[in-house]
């Protein structure tokens, strides 16, 4: 009879926020090997009696001192097999979103915190440890595919947003600009997505523009938008060069 395989069950988070209207990931720099000084998602081993999102939220504040402020779902799980040079490990990670997040800062097993732009994470010369571009690309997916048919846009916005805030983060999340007039058409017309609030604010020289937020009651991951808000097609020509890191470290 063929035993079963124990392997370690390691977590990993993509968490992902925008940043001067440019979609940026949450990454930790190794202190220790394998891979010590390369940059890596946050993440670590499930301890005994744990449950995985617990694992998630609890390194997560270990090695960057935040506690998860906004949407949090599991991503996937990758492996065991050929993603760790220590040998064999299940990893579940999770795929978290908010509009802001508490100042990062290094602990545990992470020499620095930092968030940084995820075209250059996801560049082919990628500086991520392990599999984790992989693990990246996959959540950065699940956020662009969801936000076509879900609220969960607003996720990225606080609580009130004007119709510019919420085309601009779509922008960021897609990497694509969008008609601003299409969009507010599609935006507003839209059941059970976002509603007036009655409140305004100045974004310019303009008139003040009205704030929205998501519809009270609503899940922010529900198939809402229909028809969908699809994302433009990917440009034919050569990918984004990779913008500069940030310094938050």
Request: net charge negative; with cysteine; charged share 20%.
């Amino acid at each position: 009879m063929t035993q079963p395989l124990t392997v370690p069950i390691a977590v990993d988070i993509v968490a992902l926020t925008v940043i001067d209207h440019t979609l940026h990931a949450l990454v930790v720099r190794r202190g220790i090997e394998p891979f010590k000084d390369h940059l890596a998602l946050p993440g670590g081993f499930l301890r005994e009696g744990e449950q995985t999102e617990e694992a998630a939220a609890r390194e997560l504040a270990e090695e960057t001192g935040i506690t998860p402020p906004g949407h949090l779902e599991q991503l996937r799980t990758y492996g065991p097999q050929g993603r760790d040079p220590r040998g064999p490990v299940l990893s579940v990670a999770y795929l978290l979103l908010a509009p802001s997040f508490a100042p990062a800062r290094a602990g545990g097993d992470a020499s620095g915190a930092l968030w940084h732009p995820v075209d250059a994470l996801l560049a082919p010369d990628s500086p991520l440890a392990f599999d984790h571009a992989s693990i990246l690309a996959d959540g950065v997916e699940r956020a662009r595919s969801k936000i076509e048919y879900s609220p969960l846009a607003t996720s990225f916005c606080g609580p009130e947003f004007t119709i510019t805030q919420l085309r601009t983060t779509y922008e960021a999340i897609w990497g694509s600009a969008l008609d601003p007039r299409n969009f507010h058409r599609k935006a507003t017309k839209t059941a059970s997505f976002i509603e007036p609030t009655g409140g305004t604010v100045r974004e310019g020289a303009g008139r003040p523009a009205a704030l929205y937020r998501l519809v009270p009651g609503v899940d922010d991951t529900a198939f809402v938008l229909d028809p969908p808000l699809r994302r433009p097609p990917a440009p034919a020509s050569s990918p984004k060069s990779a913008s500069a890191p940030s310094t938050q470290e």
